[in-house]
């Protein structure tokens, strides 16, 4: 079993932005800027914008971080991010998602202006991936993309099974493994809560990718031999052992199925640090306004 480190391979993209960053400054270009905006006091949320604050930083980018109260109104905060459209000296804009109740989601994410959506959450970003165009990927499926092709595995002709139908993850990693590319050219199964017969689903897989936010969810008998796992999900569970009272737990029960699988990917630093990583790499596209 070979372990898909995502945690050296974005500290290595991380280099690859950091040194791009400063040939653009070496021409006399601005350093690339992401702004966040933050609504409420939601301690996950905080702990991954500040994550990508401190990643700004590491690759030498600029950032904004906007805190809004938990009671924001939506105009106020459609306000916040008409102000960050027209700011010509920001490159990137991201909503930490979820927002309160109050506020629509979907007209948040479509008030982003789609050559600052780096998120890739856009209508407009949605429809240039399903048609193969150029685009900001959305963060998370394009770090699996990344992390699939610099391990070299193979994907042409496999089966893929994706576990979760999200906007953000299974949705569009589906259309990712499905498209005519270097990386993709799978047949792709996408399963969801309905989903009939899902272990004899998943028992077909040669990858199988799973985002449904569920700890220990696959297990030994779901899988077959030499199956190449993607787990994407994040459970913080309670622990007697750690310090800290509580330890990250992903989709897939790791000690299981371990010797069973080709590659897979350990939670914590498996997915997780390669949506940082994607998100500061379409940040530096939007800045060198490779796409709009
Ligand atoms: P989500 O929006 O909650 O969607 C979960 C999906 O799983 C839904 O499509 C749901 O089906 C499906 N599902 C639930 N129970 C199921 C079952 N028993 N069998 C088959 N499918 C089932 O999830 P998400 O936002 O994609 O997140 C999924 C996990 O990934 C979470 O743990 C999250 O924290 C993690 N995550 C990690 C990263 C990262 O950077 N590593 C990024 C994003 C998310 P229905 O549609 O039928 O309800």
Redesign the pocket.
């Known amino acids: 079993m070979i372990l898909l480190d995502g945690k050296k391979t974005a500290n290595d993209i991380k280099d690859e932005i950091a040194i791009e960053v400063s040939t653009l400054i070496a021409n006399d270009r601005k350093k690339p800027h992401l702004a966040a905006i933050l609504v409420g006091k939601n301690g996950a949320s905080e702990t991954y914008v500040n994550a990508k604050v401190k990643a700004c930083k590491k690759v030498g980018f600029s950032s904004t971080l906007v805190c809004l109260d938990e009671k924001v109104p939506e105009s106020e905060l459609l306000a916040e991010i008409e102000k960050i459209n027209v700011n010509k000296d920001i490159d990137g804009l991201i909503v930490q998602l979820p927002l309160p109740n109050h506020i629509d989601e979907m007209k948040v994410t479509q008030a982003i202006s789609p050559n600052k959506d780096v998120d890739g959450f856009h209508p407009e970003n949605i429809g240039r991936m399903v048609l193969n165009l150029p685009t900001y990927l959305p963060?998370?499926p394009s770090?699996i993309i990344e992390l699939i092709s610099r391990y070299n595995i193979k994907t042409s002709g496999k089966h893929c099974v994706v576990?979760?139908?999200?906007?953000?993850?299974?949705s569009p990693i589906s259309i990712l493994m499905s498209r005519n590319n270097h990386i993709g050219n799978c047949t792709v199964t996408l399963?969801?809560?309905?989903?009939k017969n899902?272990k004899q689903i998943t028992k077909t897989a040669d990858i199988l990718i799973v985002?449904?936010?569920?700890a220990g969810?696959v297990t030994r008998d779901m899988i077959k031999d030499g199956v190449c796992i993607i787990d994407?999900?994040?459970?913080r569970v309670e622990s007697s052992v750690t310090k800290s009272g509580w330890k990250l737990l992903g989709?897939v029960d790791f000690d299981q199925v371990k010797d069973k699988c080709s590659f897979i990917t350990p939670v914590p630093g498996?997915?997780?640090p390669?949506?940082i990583a994607m998100l500061l790499q379409n940040t530096l596209i939007s800045a060198k306004r490779d796409i709009y």
């Open positions: 963060a998370t770090g576990i979760g139908r999200s906007h953000i993850v299974g399963t969801h809560s309905r989903s899902l985002a449904l936010g569920k969810f994407v999900g994040i459970s989709d498996g997915v997780g390669m949506t």
